[in-house]
């Protein structure tokens, strides 16, 4: 069978997914809007081998009976619609630390999905590799598309999916990415997103949800980059008081991560366009304009606690590679 290898980009939520409605399916409770990162990428190699006894998998150089259960799991789901039970060789590397909250699961099962259904000459539409992307990992349903993403939240699998809504030249919009440990965290997202009705808050969050999306939207289709940046950083606060009030209450934030969301602040009282976003991990992604990329950067790269900045702009779709893994 065909060896395949994808390139992924990974990207950040400016409206987060958090908490499911159907945590088999990932159904999400909300829908959510991201930027794709070109920069922040995943490459993974798929060959479905008729001698293998079962999934070899690795990730980074390792392999983790955890981790390939997880991915066999999802492989079992691109198997099953292609009627076949042949196992498969995955080696997967990603150009940024994993497990550090810059959604490495999104790009990871996203480049999975679409190397496994390129491996075994799938015809699927985006749409459905979206659908099938979702249910290995809920971030991975909007990776699975290019540029601007919105992922509509739907009631069934069939109805949750991610569409472009600006392709990756429509906005030149940069991510410096500030790592603050390269460690793993804590918590995985998934154990989180069970969390989430605990909060006292979490229900007060959806009611505005559907708001800020529409708000979150105009502000993109108008490029107005104040009004994105500051409902980006407003919701990352929202998502963190969930996360702070859930039972048991996670405290994401390491205190390199204060100091750096404290110094985007501080830029922006002097006139740089700046607001900074933090999924479930440490480490921070500091939204800007590319004349202000190089002032951000090194602005930030002068704090004690950091360790590295990466830098990222809006990604493109999924794409085929010829460099394979192996
Ligand atoms: C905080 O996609 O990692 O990054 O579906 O269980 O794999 P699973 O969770 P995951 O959740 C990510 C949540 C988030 C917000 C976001 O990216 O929308």
Known sequence: M??????????????KY??????????????????????????????????????????EGESNNE?????????????????TKVFAKVVSKNTFPKGTGLSSSG???????????????????????SILSRQGSGTACRCACGGFVEWL?????????????????????RDVVVVV?????????????????TSPFYQARLDGIQKKIGQMKQAIEQKDFMTLGSLAEKEALEFHTILLTSEVPLIAWYPGTVEVMQA??????????????????????VLTLPEY????????????????????????????????LF
Request: hydrophobic share 35%.
């Open 67 to 83: 981790e390939t259960a997880r991915v066999s799991k999802h492989l079992d789901r691109v198997r099953k619609l292609a009627g």
């Open 181 to 197: 440990d390269e460690g793993k965290k804590k918590i995985s997202s998934t154990e989180g997103h069970e969390a989430a009705r």
């Open 107 to 129: 790009s990871g099962f996203a480049a999975l999905t679409f190397a496994a259904a390129a491996s075994l000459e799938l015809d699927l539409s985006e749409r459905e590799l």
């Open 18 to 59: 958090w908490g499911k409605k159907d945590e088999e399916l990932r159904l999400p409770e909300n829908g959510s809007i991201s930027i794709k990162l070109d920069g922040l990428d995943t490459i993974t190699t798929v060959e479905f081998d008729e001698s293998l006894s079962a999934d070899d998998v690795t990730i």
């Open 293 to 324: 990329e190089k002032v951000v950067a090194e602005e930030l790269g002068k704090l004690s606690l950091v360790k590295k900045i990466l830098l990222a702009k809006v990604g493109p779709k999924p794409q085929g590679i010829d460099q394979h």
């Open 2 to 15: 065909k060896k395949a290898t994808i390139k992924t980009a990974s990207d950040i939520a400016l409206i």
């Open 153 to 173: 939240d739907g009631d069934t699998s069939e109805t949750s999916y991610s569409v472009s809504l600006q392709n990756v030249d429509y906005w030149d919009i």
């Open 264 to 285: 985007v602040m501080s830029l922006r009282e002097v006139g740089v366009p700046c607001y900074f976003t933090i999924n479930t991990g440490f480490n921070v992604h």
